[in-house]
């Protein structure tokens, strides 16, 4: 299965990033998975991981700082990674201001099929 990538999961819950992380080491056992429970831990992977970093889920709602406050600040420095908006917040606005950041969407609750879509369809160059 291609080439190894490193996923960084940023989520605060715990039972969110475990799902995640057992629907991609399931399919994605030599993949890299980071995972970070708010905004800080995320910047600061972000900055520590930069370049190596070729995807990001992005939880909407954390204390704290909101995913869609931090999404450009990744992006700044994870410059070639696919980030996706994950959240039950399922908004007009939220669809759009994420739509605006170039962030894919995915709705909660999570599904395998979510993530590897996700996974899939949007390697990284």
């Known amino acids: 299965m291609g080439k ?5 999961l940023v989520d605060d819950s715990k039972v969110s990033r475990l799902m995640l992380k057992a ?10 998975i980071l995972e ?9 992977l972000s900055l520590y991981e930069n370049d190596n970093i070729d995807l990001i889920t992005l939880d909407m709602n954390m204390p704290g700082t909101d995913g869609l406050t931090i999404a450009p600040q990744l992006k700044g420095n ?3 990674a696919v980030i996706a908006l994950l959240t039950g917040n399922v908004t007009k606005e939220v669809k759009s201001k994420a ?13 395998e099929d979510k993530v590897i879509e996700f996974v899939t369809s949007h390697d990284a160059p």
């Open 4 to 8: 190894m990538k490193t996923i960084m």
């Open 23 to 32: 629907i991609i080491e399931n399919k994605f056992p030599e993949w890299q």
């Open 36 to 44: 970070a429970e708010n905004a800080a831990e995320a910047l600061k």
């Open 78 to 80: 994870c410059t070639h």
């Open 99 to 111: 739509e605006n950041q170039d962030l894919l969407f995915i709705a909660k609750p999570i599904t």
